[in-house]
C-alpha cells in the first residue's frame, strides 16, 4: 500500500518553456502533499506544502510565481515550473500523507532537465 | 538546519545486521522519529517510526533509548540492495514538515 506515482519521470526541454509534473496518490487520500528539490550531491529540500483545496504554503526563498502548484483533488497535485531556465535543472520528488502524524510517502522523482 | 546528527557513511558485511544510529537531542516529548532512505536517483522511502517504544516491521527495527535523545535502525540481515543513503528525522510538531540533513551513505559489501 501507500504508492505515490510521478509523471514523468524524466523531462529535457528548452529554456522559457513551462513544465507540469503531476503526483498522484494511487491507493489513499492525501490530504497534504509536498515538493521537494534536490541538486546532486545534496540533500532534500523543501519548497513547498499544499493541502487540498486550498493555497500552497511556499519555502523562504522559493518563488510561488515560478512554481505554481495545485492540490485540487485528494489524489492529484500538480507542480508547474514556469518558464524554466537552466538553473531550474533539478530533481523534483513529490510526497503525500494522508493524514497529520501518519509517514509521508514519496514519488519516484522527476528529473528536470533545462538545455 | 536538521536537528538529527547521524554519521555520514558506514560500511556493512552483505548477510550481517546493520546498525545505524542517529542522535536527536532536541526531540520533544510528542515528536516521531521517522526513517526513510534513498537509493540512488529514486524518490525516498519510508521504513519505519516511533515515538517511544521500539518498533519492528518488515524492513527493520527501531530502538529509542529511555531519553529519547537517540535511536539505532537495524537492518537485521542486510543485502546489496540496502546500499542506500538514510535519514533520520523528527518532524516539526503540528505541521510534520520534514528536513533532510546528509544522512548516512550505508554501503553493503560483498
Known amino acids: 500500500g501507500a504508492v505515490v506515482s510521478q509523471h514523468p519521470s524524466r523531462v529535457i526541454c528548452k529554456s522559457g518553456t513551462s513544465v507540469k509534473i503531476e503526483c498522484r496518490s494511487l491507493?489513499?487520500?492525501?490530504?497534504?502533499m509536498f515538493w521537494y528539490r534536490q541538486f546532486p550531491k545534496q540533500s532534500l529540500m523543501l519548497m513547498a506544502t499544499?493541502?487540498?483545496?486550498?493555497?500552497?504554503?511556499?519555502e523562504q526563498g522559493v518563488e510561488k510565481d515560478k512554481f505554481l502548484i495545485n492540490h485540487a483533488s485528494l489524489t492529484l497535485s500538480t507542480l508547474t515550473v514556469t518558464s524554466a531556465h537552466p538553473e531550474d535543472s533539478s530533481f523534483y520528488i513529490c510526497?503525500?500523507?494522508?493524514?497529520?502524524?501518519?509517514?509521508?510517502?514519496f514519488g519516484d522523482g522527476t528529473r528536470l532537465s533545462i538545455l | 538546519d536538521a536537528k538529527t546528527t547521524q554519521p555520514p557513511s558506514m560500511d556493512c558485511a552483505e548477510g550481517r545486521a546493520a546498525n545505524l544510529p542517529c542522535n536527536h537531542s532536541?526531540?520533544?516529548?510528542?515528536?516521531?522519529v521517522y526513517w526513510y532512505r534513498q537509493i540512488h536517483s529514486q524518490g525516498p522511502q519510508y521504513i519505519i517510526h516511533?515515538?517511544?517504544n521500539n518498533e519492528t516491521n518488515e524492513m527493520a527495527s527501531l530502538i529509542i533509548t529511555e531519553d529519547r535523545k537517540s535511536s539505532t535502525l537495524i537492518l537485521p540481515h542486510a543485502t546489496l540492495r540496502d546500499t542506500a543513503v538514510y535519514y533520520c528525522?523528527?518532524?516539526?510538531?503540528?505541521?510534520?514538515?520534514?528536513?533532510f540533513g546528509t544522512g548516512t551513505r550505508l554501503t553493503i559489501i560483498p
Open positions: 510526497s503525500a500523507r494522508e493524514v497529520l502524524y501518519q509517514p509521508q510517502h
Open positions: 491507493d489513499f487520500q492525501a490530504t497534504t
Open positions: 499544499s493541502n487540498e483545496g486550498s493555497k500552497a504554503t511556499y
Open positions: 532536541t526531540i520533544s516529548g510528542n515528536e516521531y
Open positions: 516511533g515515538l517511544k
Open positions: 528525522i523528527f518532524p516539526n510538531f503540528g505541521n510534520e514538515k520534514l528536513t
